[in-house]
């Protein structure tokens, strides 16, 4: 099958094209027959919730249900859990993923907090200097000490896993996850509202919502 696109697709889309050729590539049309959507998981073809559930418990292995875990954290706000799951996958609106839609220029994507380096998430989220500073605060207030990791999710991922009891364990997600929102919205404030942020600005928004 040979499609026409009106751009290049990106790396991940052509995956997906693939993978949808893939899937397509058994399936015959037959004329004259009219389509119906068939759910294969019941035997009569009809859709229920608890047949879903149990694919997606039947489905997903130990890794999915520790990025569940980490990811879709208990107690944090929706907002916060989808911004996540889009931060883990580089596809929050950085200035280098909009370069990458074309929608700034070259010249553009620098870092809004430090300037100097490209503002991917791993840099906004881990790696500049300003949220670097950030992390180490929040490490040194809950009395950890170890190395930032180099990625986002294992930072979401494993960092949890220092800290030992239940409890205290949804306390670490539910503060880190608020860290990077926190910095996600002082970024925000600095491209829309031309604000100077400093440190202290930061830890208003993590631990009390305001900035
Ligand atoms: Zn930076």
Redesign the pocket.
């Known amino acids: 099958m040979d499609l026409v696109w009106l751009r290049n697709l990106l790396s991940y889309e052509e995956q997906q094209y693939h993978h949808l050729l893939s899937m397509l590539e058994p399936t015959i049309i037959r004329q004259g027959k009219n389509d119906k959507l068939i759910w294969p998981c019941n035997s009569d073809g009809s859709f229920s919730v608890k047949s879903c559930c149990s694919l997606i418990d039947n489905t997903s292995s130990a890794n999915d249900r520790v990025f569940e875990a980490n990811v879709w954290i208990k107690g944090a706000p929706p907002k916060v859990q989808v911004f996540l799951w889009l931060a883990v996958q580089d596809k929050v609106s950085t200035r280098a993923f909009l370069h990458q839609w074309t929608v700034l220029s070259a010249t553009q994507v ?8 490209l ?1 991917t998430s791993e ?2 989220f881990i ?5 670097r500073s950030v992390w180490m605060k929040v490490l040194d207030w809950w009395g950890i000490q170890c190395c930032l990791p180099r990625t986002l999710d294992s930072l979401l991922l494993q960092w949890p896993e220092m800290v030992h009891g239940k409890f205290q364990r949804l306390a670490w997600r539910l503060i880190s996850s608020s860290t990077i929102w926190g910095i996600w919205l002082l970024r925000n404030k600095i491209v829309f509202e031309e604000r100077t942020i400093n440190l202290f600005d930061c830890f208003s928004t993590i631990f009390l919502g305001t900035s």
């Open positions: 620098s870092c809004v907090f430090c300037s100097s380096d503002e840099h906004l790696h500049c200097n300003f949220s």
